[in-house]
């Protein structure tokens, strides 16, 4: 089982990107999950958050701008990212919690870059 992340690229101040986070290999579905970014020389930290039932929670740089969401029968998370700032330049990872038939495990995907130009 792997998460494979893509939707990156370079990108215009103010404009759109979505990610998307898809699940290979056999899962019975997917619990909470999360948008994680790294830009150089920080920290990796939490962008956004989906619970197993739906409700997301965001960083309050990006609230308003991106938007979390999950296929369970495509086994995919997006992220949905307008109005991109410079700032928002980073790695991005994808993270999940993915359930089997007798237990649950985290996932991280590799990395896909976000660059936005001002």
């Known amino acids: 089982v792997q998460l494979q992340a893509s939707g990156g690229g370079l990108v215009q101040a103010g404009g759109s990107l979505r990610l998307s986070c898809e699940v290979s290999?056999?899962?019975?579905?997917?619990?909470?999950a999360g948008w994680y970014r790294q830009a150089p020389g920080k920290q990796r930290e939490l962008v956004a958050g989906i619970s197993s039932g739906g409700s997301a929670n965001y960083a309050d740089s990006v609230k308003g701008r991106f938007t979390i969401s999950k296929d369970n029968a495509k086994k995919m998370v997006y992220l949905q990212m307008n109005s991109l700032k410079p700032e928002d330049t980073a790695v991005y990872y994808c993270n999940a919690d993915l359930r089997f038939l007798m237990s649950t495990r985290n996932y991280w995907g590799q990395g896909t870059q976000v660059t936005v130009s001002s």
């Open positions: 290999g056999r899962i019975s579905s997917i619990n909470a």
